[in-house]
């Protein structure tokens, strides 16, 4: 197999997923990369959400905020660097580390089987629970009422994904570029509903007049890892030990006190 033809089969293998959107170098993995190395460069260039409070969202100064925000500079600190986050958007997370622009994603990423074959999870440090949300006035109570709606999401989300596979034939499913997007479509009359997680229902419901919408179903469970690149093993043992000895001390416990106002939830090892 040339080059060129491994390049493309790359490429070919990330737009099935969905990851390929905006991408136009493709570059090779990086040499292994360690704790040393990063403490060696002084700083550790971290990808994150800004669009998906509390988890992550932009403060007064319009700098990265939340609950990763907190878990991304917990992580620096703790090793003994300087935190430089990047925002990223759902579709370009995994693109913008695979060809290396960020060292490691803090970007409320869901462990799926199809991301694993693309990328590294450390052990959970977050979770999510993802919802259809939508008018009241909308009856929908099972995924065969699917039929007929517009239901709006993030694209190349987990809430994406678990729609597509869920929706019966005659289902729209309009795809935005982030979760704000799809929340403002379904605030214009644009979608009945969108499917995302129960803190941006809780936003939608701040924002909208009192008994509009509410939650449909529970679409999904999901548990979000922090994610490095294939054949990093040192470093994702790193990353691990980070997260276990955080939620050991506590450390976890008081981010997710303050950003979700409850205790860190009781999360795999694996």
């Given at each position: 197999?040339t080059?060129?033809t491994?390049?493309?089969?790359?490429?070919?293998?990330?737009?099935?997923?969905g990851?390929?959107?905006g991408l136009?170098?493709f570059a090779p993995?990086?040499?292994?990369q360690?704790?040393?190395d990063?403490?060696?460069?002084?700083?550790?260039?971290i990808?994150?959400?800004?669009?998906?409070?509390?988890?992550?969202?932009?403060?007064?100064q319009?700098q990265?905020?939340g609950?990763?925000a907190?878990?991304?500079?917990?992580l620096?600190k703790?090793?003994?660097?300087?935190?430089n986050?990047?925002?990223v958007?759902g579709?370009?997370?995994i693109?913008?580390?695979?060809?290396?622009?960020?060292?490691l994603?803090?970007?409320s990423?869901a462990?799926?089987?199809?991301?694993?074959?693309?990328v590294?999870f450390?052990?959970p440090?977050?979770?999510a629970?993802?919802v259809l949300?939508?008018?009241k006035?909308?009856?929908?109570?099972?995924a065969?009422?699917?039929k007929g709606?517009?239901?709006?999401?993030a694209r190349?989300s987990?809430?994406d994904?678990?729609?597509t596979g869920?929706?019966p034939?005659?289902?729209e499913?309009?795809?935005f570029d982030d979760?704000?997007?799809a929340m403002?479509?379904m605030?214009?009359g644009?979608v009945?509903?969108i499917?995302c997680s129960?803190?941006?229902a809780?936003?939608?419901?701040?924002?909208?007049?009192?008994?509009?919408y509410?939650?449909k179903m529970?679409l999904r469970?999901q548990?979000?890892g922090?994610?490095?690149?294939p054949?990093?093993a040192?470093?994702?043992?790193?990353?691990d030990?980070?997260v276990?000895?955080?939620k050991?001390?506590?450390e976890?416990n008081k981010l997710?006190q303050?950003?979700?106002?409850?205790?860190?939830?009781?999360?795999p090892?694996s």
């Amino acid at each position: 197999m040339t080059r060129t033809t491994t390049r493309r089969a790359a490429l070919a293998s990330l737009a099935s997923l969905g990851l390929g959107a905006g991408l136009t170098v493709f570059a090779p993995f990086a040499s292994a990369q360690s704790v040393a190395d990063i403490k060696k460069k002084g700083e550790i260039t971290i990808g994150m959400l800004v669009d998906f409070p509390p988890y992550g969202t932009t403060n007064a100064q319009n700098q990265p905020d939340g609950y990763d925000a907190d878990v991304a500079r917990l992580l620096a600190k703790d090793w003994g660097v300087k935190a430089n986050i990047v925002p990223v958007t759902g579709p370009n997370r995994i693109p913008f580390l695979l060809t290396n622009k960020v060292d490691l994603l803090v970007a409320s990423l869901a462990i799926t089987p199809e991301r694993a074959k693309q990328v590294d999870f450390s052990i959970p440090y977050a979770a999510a629970t993802v919802v259809l949300y939508g008018a009241k006035k909308v009856d929908i109570k099972a995924a065969s009422d699917f039929k007929g709606k517009r239901l709006g999401v993030a694209r190349a989300s987990v809430q994406d994904v678990t729609l597509t596979g869920m929706a019966p034939e005659g289902t729209e499913i309009r795809r935005f570029d982030d979760d704000a997007s799809a929340m403002q479509a379904m605030l214009s009359g644009q979608v009945d509903a969108i499917g995302c997680s129960t803190t941006v229902a809780a936003q939608i419901a701040k924002r909208a007049p009192q008994d509009t919408y509410e939650q449909k179903m529970v679409l999904r469970q999901q548990v979000m890892g922090i994610v490095v690149r294939p054949g990093q093993a040192e470093l994702k043992r790193a990353v691990d030990d980070f997260v276990t000895r955080n939620k050991a001390n506590g450390e976890l416990n008081k981010l997710y006190q303050k950003w979700l106002g409850t205790g860190f939830p009781s999360l795999p090892n694996s």
